[in-house]
């Protein structure tokens, strides 16, 4: 059995560190803004998906990122797309707190 070298470890476990803290971090964001969307008079599936939403923007742009990476080219309209939505997260999760 072939073990890893350590530069390949540490790049896997970067890696899964990394999804964890992605996951935890939308999950968090998630939870949030539903509870804004709630408290603002949204309430079933329009509570659900507003949230939903604005976290989608930042999922389309980081893959089309990534695509855009793996090409070797940047892709503008990507970041716009994980700006906007990473922007528009940050300022109604500040804007819902308190």
């Known amino acids: 059995m072939n073990r890893p070298a350590p530069v390949q470890a540490l790049a896997a476990g970067a890696?899964?560190?990394?999804?964890?803290l992605t996951g935890a971090a939308f999950w968090l964001s998630y939870e949030h803004l539903h509870?804004?969307?709630?408290?603002?008079?949204?309430d079933g599936s329009r509570a659900w998906v507003w949230p939903a939403t604005v976290d989608l923007f930042i999922?389309?742009?980081?893959?089309?990122?990534?695509?855009?990476a793996l090409r070797n080219q940047v892709d503008g309209w990507a970041i716009a797309l994980a700006a906007t939505g990473s922007l528009g997260s940050i300022a109604l999760?500040?804007?819902g707190v308190g």
């Open 93 to 95: 999760n500040v804007a």
């Open 59 to 68: 999922i389309a742009g980081e893959l089309l990122m990534l695509r855009a």
């Open 15 to 20: 890696a899964v560190v990394t999804v964890l």
């Open 35 to 42: 509870d804004v969307a709630s408290g603002n008079g949204l």
